[in-house]
């Protein structure tokens, strides 16, 4: 049991890495399948796209923040090892906060999907209104906070294996 922990421990470490990456490289790029509604769309669209700017420069941003979480856990070496107490923290300390900055983009993300639904695309020839960002981005926060939340109870295990063998609390640093 103690190896299959640490196997699924190990696992979710990469998991949470390719889903930061994913969310990363979706806000990169976010705007690009909007750029029409500035340069082709009406006024409308334009304030539209305005709006979403800035709601993709916020979520940009905790994207940004979570790559930077991402590569501390990964500092941490838990895709190898057990937690020692500052990793166990950290980790607890990672899981609330990209969840609770996960939790406010899924509360938005909906908002601004209707009000691009909402536009009305028959002035713009050739374009199809698509919300595949949106919804990507919705799926992808959803699986983080998931693995987050798996994450966090399997280093709680791995941590609590840990100090029933009698290892210290605090992990030596290799």
């Known amino acids: 049991m103690k190896n299959h922990l640490m196997k699924a421990q190990s696992i979710l470490v990469y998991a949470v890495?390719?889903?930061?990456?994913?969310?990363?490289?979706?806000?990169?790029?976010?705007?690009?399948?909007?750029?029409?509604l500035f340069y082709d769309g009406t006024l409308?669209?334009?304030?539209?796209?305005k709006k979403l700017q800035v709601f993709n420069k916020e979520a940009f941003s905790?994207?940004?923040?979570?790559?930077?979480?991402?590569?501390?856990?990964?500092?941490?070496?838990l895709h190898?090892?057990?937690?020692?107490?500052?990793?166990?923290?950290?980790?607890?300390i990672m899981t609330g906060f990209v969840s609770m900055n996960s939790v406010l983009l899924i509360r938005v993300i909906p908002k601004y999907k209707r009000g691009y639904l909402a536009l009305d695309f028959s002035?713009?020839?050739?374009?199809?209104?698509?919300?595949?960002?949106?919804?990507?981005?919705?799926i992808l926060h959803y699986?983080?906070?998931?693995?987050?939340?798996?994450?966090t109870l399997v280093a709680i295990s791995t941590f609590v294996q840990r100090l029933k063998e009698g290892h210290p609390i605090v992990r030596k640093l290799s």
């Open 80 to 92: 190898r090892n057990r937690p020692g107490l500052f990793s166990l923290a950290y980790v607890l």
């Open 123 to 138: 002035s713009m020839k050739d374009y199809v209104p698509s919300t595949f960002a949106f919804d990507v981005g919705l």
């Open 143 to 151: 699986i983080l906070i998931g693995l987050l939340i798996i994450f």
């Open 44 to 49: 409308e669209m334009l304030e539209y796209y």
């Open 62 to 77: 905790f994207a940004i923040q979570f790559v930077v979480l991402g590569l501390v856990l990964l500092a941490c070496e």
């Open 17 to 36: 890495e390719i889903v930061i990456v994913l969310l990363f490289v979706l806000y990169l790029g976010f705007m690009t399948q909007y750029y029409s």
